[in-house]
């Protein structure tokens, strides 16, 4: 599994003798005692795309010639691997795009290069580009013979859509009056920056018109604010410190756009009229510039062990599939809660011990100076499993435990979180506490019979004791003993723990809000630092409830007659005995529980309609590389070293540069007039 934003530049090289093993998999010709790869073996084979009977077969052999370097239409292991290393490269996409014109294979790109590759796109059918007019010939020279080198060529590609662009809008002008009605400026956007539109933007090109005709200036301000998003989406994060649900007005925008000079006061308008006409509010926030600013090009490669789409859209969520969500939460939590109490179990015991122990009672001397006393002479007079102790009951409870309260958590957030995905950190408190209350109907039984287990190992002499004849012994009411205190700690925990963890790791995730599993761990672990430490008093006399009082010890009969009865006897100190241990132990508990429980809904990816994870991965696939990317269900293992980002590069191509190439045409294998449709 490959989690994290891998761009191109840092991806590891593969091994010399597993990238020919994965070669000779694929390669299905042999001349000379040398084996080759075909364009078809290299492009649907290997890289799966254009799996369909009625393919277009140039765009399958202009695919392959980016690899094929010789331009003999076969691919050699040595042209294999020297794609493979320039995948690895900082500049990997401009590369690939560069190979693709370079028809000769020479490192240059000829004017009749450049042509041959435009007039194969599915824009220059659409909208026919002069490759005979001025633009050109800066580029080429009035006599069309000047070569491009690579560095003059990423400028000549930067420059060409926005040149594409004024070109239609001159096309649709014939009279020169400087402006074009809207259905017209719906058909150059549409066909000239389809790699920059996102479905809220293309649905609306008309409506943001409002009717009336579009001037070239207006035309050309939306366009570069298309180009313009990314440092738009900076600007913002400038204006707001860093924060992506402020709402910020126009004016706030615009002064912290002021510093650069790209970006225009109309620019500017049309963000608000477009956010405006998208969402209906005067204000944006980062949800709104993600609404208008397609997908980067570098995904994040991420391979799911399963993916299902329980419902077509957000409207089609009835009761049933909220049920169904609520019961995958519940499920993907108890697993989670599982493996997050057995990595800590031992500091629980540990604390739970410390915390029993009492001072100026009958009972004499303390039994353990500090936690560290504590580990080693459990492990001394009980072994290492005696640091288990008790883990079988709080297995059984903490998997239901965690699991409603995640879900609860869950479903909280849900109802109270607006159409944009922002939430107010009142309804973040009050989510969090819901999911403490709740989890209280299994907490205290397993708290209970936990806390006698813990500390019986504490009497040498004594008979070995099992969960079940606590639970024999204590009914189904005493069970619920402390249940107050239990209410008192679980409440405000939750309450502080997660808030704190939402706003943790949205502070921890990457530029583009994806957030690592190690952020995902730390943001975890540093939110369960305040929350226990806090709410340890609590605790304290939630132990003390719960627990058998040996001869001697004071007994206490509920939250008020145990709080002023520690205070008497041992003093306010007594409250925070066994904080340390109390943090380490949910700090990391929960740190491995919500990282185990997000990767979980990461790699069993199931789409109920509702929220995802914020920082997990959600990207639409919107091209067409991509989308015969995502037909494949399961991970090509033999895409290694650059070739795990061979996809999302050429899918890169055709969203960043616009050159589309036609999915579908006169296919080589069994495509007849009936089936292959022409681009």
Not at 29 to 44: A, C, L, P, W
Not at 110 to 133: C, M, R
Not at 161 to 182: L, N, Q, V, W
Not at 421 to 446: H, Y
Request: charged share 20%.
């Amino acid at each position: 599994m490959h989690d994290k934003d891998e761009s191109p530049s840092l991806l590891k090289r593969a091994g010399t003798e597993k990238l020919r093993e994965v070669f000779l998999k694929y390669a299905s010709i042999q001349k000379n005692g040398e084996h080759y790869m075909t364009s078809e073996d290299f492009v649907r084979k290997f890289l799966g795309l254009f799996s369909e009977s009625a393919f277009n077969d140039d765009s399958v052999r202009l695919l392959a010639n980016i690899a094929d370097t010789s331009k003999d239409g076969l691919i050699s292991f040595s042209e294999f691997q020297a794609f493979e290393g320039l995948l690895c490269t900082p500049d990997a996409l401009y590369r690939t795009a560069f190979q693709l014109f370079d028809r000769k294979g020479n490192g240059t790109v000829s004017y009749a290069d450049f042509a041959d590759v435009v007039q194969k796109t599915e824009l220059h059918s659409k909208i026919p580009f002069s490759l005979d007019g001025p633009f050109i010939k800066r580029y080429f020279g009035d006599k069309k013979q000047r070569l491009i080198n690579y560095a003059e060529f990423t400028q000549l590609l930067h420059d060409f859509h926005e040149e594409h662009a004024m070109e239609a809008f001159r096309s649709k002008d014939p009279a020169g009056t400087g402006f074009i009605s809207p259905l017209d400026f719906q058909d150059i956007i549409v066909n000239v920056k389809r790699h920059l539109l996102t479905p809220g933007v293309k649905d609306n090109l008309v409506s943001v018109t409002e009717g009336h005709k579009v001037s070239f200036p207006y035309f050309i301000a939306f366009t570069s604010l298309l180009n313009n998003m990314e440092l738009i989406k900076q600007v913002y994060l400038h204006a707001t410190e860093g924060s992506r649900t402020d709402m910020i007005t126009k004016d706030q925008i615009l002064y912290a756009a002021q510093t650069m000079s790209q970006i225009t006061p109309l620019e500017i308008d049309i963000l608000f009229h477009l956010a405006g006409a998208v969402h209906q509010a005067g204000r944006i926030d980062y949800s709104d510039l993600s609404n208008i600013a397609p997908e980067h090009y570098t995904k994040h490669i991420t391979h799911r062990l399963a993916e299902i789409k329980a419902v077509e859209s957000p409207a089609d969520r009835s009761a049933f599939i909220q049920i169904l969500e609520s019961s995958y939460r519940f499920t993907l939590g108890s697993f989670a809660g599982a493996v997050g109490a057995t990595v800590v179990y031992p500091i629980d015991l540990v604390k739970t011990r410390m915390q029993n122990q009492r001072a100026g009672s009958y009972i004499g001397e303390v039994a353990y100076r500090n936690s560290w006393d504590c580990f080693k002479k459990v492990v001394r007079h009980e072994g290492f499993m005696g640091l288990y102790r008790g883990l079988l009951p709080q297995l059984m409870g903490v998997a239901p435990e965690k699991a409603i309260k995640l879900t609860v958590n869950d479903l909280v957030r849900d109802k109270l979180t607006d159409k944009k995905g922002n939430i107010p950190t009142w309804a973040e408190v009050l989510a969090g506490g819901c999911a403490g209350a709740s989890q209280v109907v299994f907490t205290n039984p397993l708290e209970i019979v936990k806390i006698r287990l813990q500390v019986a190992g504490e009497i040498a002499s004594g008979s070995k004791i099992r969960a079940w004849s606590v639970v024999r012994e204590l009914g189904l009411f005493g069970l619920y003993k402390g249940a107050r205190a239990c209410l008192l700690r679980d409440v405000p925990f939750s309450a502080i723990y997660f808030p704190t963890y939402a706003h943790t790791k949205a502070m921890m995730a990457d530029k583009d809000g994806y957030n690592h599993p190690l952020t995902l761990l730390a943001a975890g672990a540093i939110a369960g630092v305040p929350a226990a430490s806090l709410v340890t008093p609590a605790d304290v006399i939630k132990t003390r409830l719960q627990v058998v009082a040996r001869s001697g010890q004071t007994t206490y009969n509920g939250v008020w007659d145990a709080t002023k009865k520690i205070m008497a006897e041992e003093g306010p100190r007594a409250f925070w005995k066994g904080t340390a241990a109390r943090v380490f132990r949910s700090s990391p508990q929960f740190g491995v529980t919500l990282v185990t429980y997000e990767l979980l809904q990461r790699l069993f990816y199931v789409d109920f309609g509702g929220t995802q994870p914020k920082g997990s991965e959600a990207h639409k696939i919107t091209t067409p590389l991509e989308q015969a990317a995502a037909s494949v269900t399961t991970e090509n293992l033999d895409h290694i070293g650059g070739y795990r980002a061979a996809v999302p590069l050429l899918a890169g191509v055709e969203s960043k540069f616009g050159l589309y190439l036609p999915r579908f045409g006169r296919g080589v294998a069994a495509a007849t007039p009936s089936t292959a449709t022409g681009s």
